[in-house]
């Protein structure tokens, strides 16, 4: 597939438009996974990217690619702290406790709702994203991550109630209706 005569397919076009045009948006939405780390959030946007590319060559348009890019994030997200948590875990075992950094060795974050998210667990961070960020219902965030519908209330019942304790501030209705409704990408046939 690729380049035939000097033209490229509709993937690469595709693939070309979304980083032009979109590439700060997904960093941005990525960052907020990532406690704000810039070049872990880059990477998982390029993790996400070649993961949905090399599935999918036909999307109908870059909006309807980056759909499935964001959804890629997320799930990047999710599995990425699994195996840290793993790796974390086995190296905890493997040290002596003198050779563990201190609490001196971490940085502060730059805002207080990066700090705030940071305190979430993986999946309640996920849910608070998708939920708030993206605008998406109880619903579709359990769709997304691929869980019950009460168990993402309840991820975003515990991570609302924390926010709201960290941040001071009231967190809206996890039931209220979203802004904004942002319906999962359809395939076209």
Same mark, same amino acid.
Do not use: N
């Given at each position: 597939?690729?380049?035939?005569?000097? #033209?490229?397919?509709?993937?690469?076009?595709?693939?070309?438009?979304? @980083?032009?045009?979109?590439?700060?948006?997904?960093?941005?939405?990525?960052?907020?996974?990532?406690?704000?780390?810039?070049?872990?959030?880059?990477? @998982?946007?390029?993790?996400?990217?070649?993961k949905v590319f090399v599935r999918n060559s036909r999307f109908a348009s870059p909006g309807h690619a980056e759909g499935y890019v964001r959804r890629a994030i997320v799930n990047v997200f999710i599995d990425g702290t699994r195996s840290s948590a793993?790796?974390?875990?086995?190296?905890?075992?493997?040290?002596?406790?003198?050779? #563990?950094? $201190?609490?001196?060795?971490?940085? $502060?974050?730059?805002?207080?709702?990066?700090?705030? @998210?940071?305190?979430?667990?993986?999946? !309640?961070?996920?849910?608070?994203?998708?939920?708030?960020?993206?605008?998406?219902?109880?619903?579709?965030?359990?769709?997304?991550?691929?869980?019950?519908?009460?168990?993402?209330?309840?991820? @975003?019942?515990?991570?609302?109630?924390?926010?709201?304790?960290?941040?001071?501030?009231?967190?809206?209705?996890?039931?209220?209706?979203?802004?904004?409704?942002? !319906?999962?990408?359809?395939?076209?046939?």
């Open positions: 597939m690729g380049h035939t005569g000097g #033209t490229m397919t509709r993937w690469d076009d595709h693939l070309a438009a979304l @980083l032009e045009e979109r590439y700060p948006a997904l960093v941005s939405y990525a960052r907020m996974l990532t406690q704000g780390d810039l070049v872990v959030a880059e990477d @998982l946007v390029h993790d996400a990217l070649i793993r790796r974390r875990r086995a190296y905890a075992r493997s040290v002596t406790p003198e050779s #563990t950094p $201190g609490p001196e060795a971490s940085v $502060g974050l730059a805002t207080d709702v990066e700090k705030a @998210l940071a305190e979430l667990s993986p999946r !309640e961070r996920a849910c608070i994203v998708l939920r708030y960020f993206d605008d998406l219902t109880v619903t579709q965030v359990a769709r997304q991550l691929g869980i019950a519908d009460g168990t993402a209330k309840r991820y @975003l019942s515990d991570a609302s109630a924390r926010l709201a304790t960290t941040l001071g501030a009231e967190i809206p209705d996890i039931d209220a209706p979203p802004a904004v409704r942002v !319906e999962a990408p359809r395939r076209s046939k």
